[in-house]
């Protein structure tokens, strides 16, 4: 069984209308495409039911999920994914978001950023990345009730990088996200950097020709690989 890190209820009822209150937050057994899953939940029917819909949703997701690394890759498609990842908080930024970041490496041809909501985290408090030198998504803070894993709230999360330069001209959002990722790889570390793997929507991607391309997405679930 793997150990689940994250899982998305509000993804869930997307394909389940009216049984999100249903999905417990504790731990059951479920046979996915990667292997089994273990999440808790207490025992009885609401448990059962969660545990076979939570396979039905898992099987279509991998009729269609591409190879993250893949090319062409659009938002609103899923996609499959295993890298080594770091998960957190951004300081000054949205604190109900966690991001998940892979390490650079040299021969890696993309570079996977996913964002989410610390209330879907199944395991501990995620670390605090701090960057002291200037604020980050100040909008965000102020967008109360909004989902952290919505592409909006991704957005707000930028919203300092995208504002409007000494030029009068606001970059773009490659630049925001490159600038962005570049704070990240700042403050976090490759050896601290877990194997992960699970399904996520794609929020946006890049393709550079001189750097790494980028794929944004949001995932459905992440868990840990065997070591």
């Known amino acids: ?66 190879w993250y690394t893949e090319e062409g890759m659009r938002p609103g498609q899923w996609i499959a994914f295993e890298a080594p990842l770091n998960y957190f908080v951004l300081d000054g930024a949205d604190p109900t978001m966690v991001f998940f970041a892979d390490a650079p490496e040299p021969d890696r041809p993309v570079r996977l950023l996913l964002h989410g909501s610390v209330d879907h985290l199944i395991a501990g408090p995620p670390a605090r990345v701090t960057d002291e030198t200037r604020q980050s998504g100040t909008l965000v803070r102020n967008l109360l009730g909004s989902d952290a894993s919505a592409p909006g709230a991704l957005l707000a999360a930028l919203s300092d990088d995208l504002g409007t330069g000494p030029d009068g001209r606001r970059p773009s959002l490659v630049g925001a996200l490159h600038a962005l990722l570049a704070r990240i790889d700042a403050q976090t570390h490759p050896e601290t950097a877990a194997t992960m793997r699970g399904y996520a929507r794609v929020t946006t991607g890049f393709a550079a020709a001189k750097l790494p391309g980028l794929l944004v997405a949001s995932p459905l679930y992440v868990e840990y690989t065997d070591a």
């Open 1 to 66: 069984m793997q150990e689940v890190i994250y899982l998305s209820d509000r993804k869930l009822s997307q394909f389940l209308p009216g049984l999100r209150s249903a999905w417990p937050r504790q731990r059951v057994s479920v046979s996915t495409p990667f292997g089994g899953v273990e999440v808790d939940p207490s025992p009885g029917p609401a448990s059962d039911l969660w545990g076979r819909h939570l396979l039905r949703v898992v099987r279509r997701v991998e009729e269609s999920a591409r």
